[in-house]
Structure formats: structure tokens, C-alpha cells
């Protein structure tokens, strides 16, 4: 195999010409210079596990106290955080937009959070 000057393109021995740039090649075969050792090679950052496991954690302290709101029929008041079976009336319902609002906050700002306290290897 012969190897193109200019762009290192492994041609066969019956060429001329490059076919990828069109260059004259050489009589008598090229070699390559051996590239050097890699150098430490970087290995892209880690995300922070414990950070993760914290959010995780969150979210199901979250979804285990969840946000309690007034029935329909009443004014809407928030009634606060109380264990799933023990609403704070018998009328409470649990509030999806809080409750939704709640999870999606904590899912960004632990994503977030392992994102910004990464670990370089």
C-alpha cells in the first residue's frame, strides 16, 4: 500500500494519483511517523451519585407528603403537607398542580446540583 503525501490516504500499489486530493504519489512508499504515546487521556466528568440519591430521596418524601388543598366546594386554601392517609380534613384532596410542580422542581434542581458539584476523575 502506498500512502498519499498529502492526506495519508492508504492507496494500492497500482496508483498514480491520490483519488481523494488528486496528489502525485511517490515511487517508493511513505512511512508514517509513529504518533506519540496519548497523552492522559480525558475522561468526560462523572455526575454526582449522592446528589442524585438526595433527589431521589426528595421525591419520595415529596410524593409521601404531598400537598393538601381544600375540597372543590370550598375556597382554595392550602392545607399543608400531611402523610398521604391523613389528610388534613376528610375533605382534602391532594393538589396535582403543587404536587406536580413540587416533583418537577426537585427532579431539575437535583439534576442541576449533580451536574454543577461533578466529580473530575
Known amino acids: 500500500m502506498k500512502i498519499c503525501p498529502s492526506c495519508r490516504r492508504e492507496l494500492p500499489e497500482i496508483n498514480r ?7 502525485r504519489l511517490h515511487a517508493d512508499p511513505v512511512e508514517l511517523p509513529t504518533p506519540p504515546p496519548p497523552q492522559s ?8 451519585i449522592q446528589v442524585l440519591y438526595g433527589m431521589v430521596a426528595a421525591l419520595s418524601l415529596a410524593i409521601l ?16 403537607m400531611h ?12 393538589s396535582r398542580l ?24
Open 17 to 23: 494519483y491520490c483519488t481523494q486530493c488528486g496528489q
Open 41 to 48: 487521556e480525558s475522561q468526560p466528568d462523572q455526575l454526582n
Open 65 to 80: 407528603f404531598p400537598p393538601w388543598e381544600t375540597p372543590p366546594s370550598q375556597a382554595p386554601e392550602f392545607l399543608g
Open 83 to 94: 402523610f398521604v392517609l391523613t389528610p388534613p380534613t376528610p375533605e382534602a384532596i391532594i
Open 98 to 121: 403543587l404536587l406536580t410542580i413540587e416533583l418537577v422542581t426537585i427532579a431539575i434542581a437535583g439534576f442541576y446540583g449533580s451536574f454543577l458539584f461533578r466529580r473530575k476523575p
